[in-house]
């Protein structure tokens, strides 16, 4: 890894001492420049623009504070994880890193690597400004953690509707009985396999979805609180719906991720996929717009959130630059300008939509009135490694079938890494 950045720092500041010392400023104006490395893995496409505006309002907001941007390019962050916890366990963190907001952090809170930054939640405004929901996930041992820089919806039902007219299917379904009927008629129709669907994490999705339609947004929460039952009655029957909709599924969805399955839609191959809104941008700039969207039948005003957060490390070598940084992700301005470019909406709901999609406006008035629920999935609902187990179990059913071993997979899954928050 080369020499710690802390070290760094710290040889840094000893030579801005002795340079100070022989000249009134390092810089024109006469400003001592700090560095802050904000680590993300927004390496690309309405990532990086949201990044971009972020790094340019930070500029002007945060004088003496220099950006480092240091992305670790890659999918989902798998690859930009792996290096975040080897620099941690070196002792070389990075100030802020992104994280998705939520339970994916228990590691690193039970580790002492991150601040609490409770104090500085009131300071910017957010305990008004975002969810009561939102906060309550965002806390654990009484503390929050991270600053949500923008929302995505999980939830959500993308159809390609020339697929849809041609086999007569008109409304978006009420609930999973009448998604099944639809999808039926699709297969009548021609089309083999009407749902396209990915791989592992992509799965957990789509039964999360069901989950909540059977349990509704406070039962499903309770699977990760413990106040509802993993091996209860009303998850038989929704691995029940899930197994249904798997039928009408692709062969091949465990070797696809996300943007393959994708392909399927858009090339009148399938009629549905469940996917998170990060696809309205994917399919804008595919130049595809035949498409509409519901949210998963029977979820009724559940509104499945995740959302890419910073976190200020404890042992960050610039915690002041970081929590401007900070402030500046947390700023009604920041999120408008982020999330509009970046496809996401904001966290805070006094945040203007100005310069938004229209499907970033209307999922704006959702999240602000409907009911937020968080997604193991996306690290909102539950820790990484009960995540990668949820992963597996999906994964195993995929091909297997067995809904009681899913079930049970599921429910030791939960008796291991369960925990009050």
């Known amino acids: 890894m080369g020499i710690p950045r802390r070290a760094l720092a710290a040889a840094a500041a000893a030579l801005l001492l002795l ?33 971009d505006a972020l790094i340019g309002r930070f500029g002007a907001a945060c004088p003496g504070q220099s950006f480092e941007n240091g992305v670790v390019a890659g999918g989902a962050g798998v690859t930009a994880k792996q290096v975040l916890a080897t620099r941690l366990l070196q002792g070389d963190p990075p ?6 907001a939520g339970a994916e ?4 809170i039970d580790s002492g690597q991150v601040a609490d930054l409770s104090a500085d939640f009131g300071t910017w405004g957010l305990r008004d400004a975002l969810p009561a929901g939102l906060i309550e996930t965002l806390t654990v041992n009484g503390r929050l953690w991270s600053v949500p820089a923008g929302v995505h919806r999980a939830n959500v039902v993308w159809t390609n509707e020339r697929v849809l007219a041609d086999a007569g ?15 039926d008629l699709l297969r009548r129709h021609g089309i083999e396999a009407p749902l396209a669907l990915g791989r592992d994490w992509t799965q957990l999705m789509l039964l999360e979805a ?3 339609s059977e349990l509704g947004a406070d039962g499903f929460g309770g699977l990760f609180t413990g106040a509802t039952r993993w091996d209860g009655e009303p998850v038989r029957r929704a691995i029940d719906d899930y197994a249904r909709l798997l039928d009408f599924a692709n062969t091949d969805r465990n070797s696809l ?3 393959q399955a994708e392909r399927l839609l858009v090339e009148g191959k399938a009629g549905y996929q469940l996917m998170g809104d990060w696809v309205a941008a994917d399919l804008e700039a595919k130049g ?10 029977g979820n009724g005003t559940a509104f499945q959130w995740l959302a890419d957060s910073f976190a200020l490390t404890s042992g960050a070598a610039n915690p002041a630059g970081a929590r401007c940084w900070l402030a500046t ?22 945040t203007p939509t100005t310069g938004f999609t229209a499907y970033q406006t209307g999922a704006a008035e959702d999240w602000r009135s409907g009911v937020p629920v968080p997604s193991c999935a996306h690290g909102s609902a539950c820790s990484q490694p009960w995540q990668n187990a949820a992963n597996a179990a999906v994964a195993a059913f995929s091909t297997a079938r067995d809904a009681t071993a899913l079930r049970d997979a599921l429910a030791a899954a939960a008796k291991q890494f369960i925990r009050q928050q």
């Open 257 to 259: 991720d996300w943007p």
């Open 288 to 297: 595809f717009t035949g498409y509409a969207t519901f949210p998963f039948p």
């Open 19 to 51: 340079t100070s010392a022989c000249s009134s400023a390092d810089d024109d104006d006469g400003t001592v420049t700090s560095t802050v490395e904000v680590f993300t893995w927004w390496a690309e496409g309405g990532e990086k623009a949201g990044l």
């Open 169 to 183: 299917v008109r409304d978006a379904p009420h609930d999973v009985d009448e998604f099944l009927r639809d999808l």
């Open 329 to 350: 992700v947390a700023s009604v301005e920041g999120q408008r300008e982020f999330n509009a470019r970046k496809g996401s909406i904001p966290a805070r709901t006094d």
């Open 105 to 108: 952090l228990l590691d690193h």
């Open 95 to 100: 100030d802020t890193f992104q994280v998705h």
């Open 210 to 212: 069901v989950l909540i």
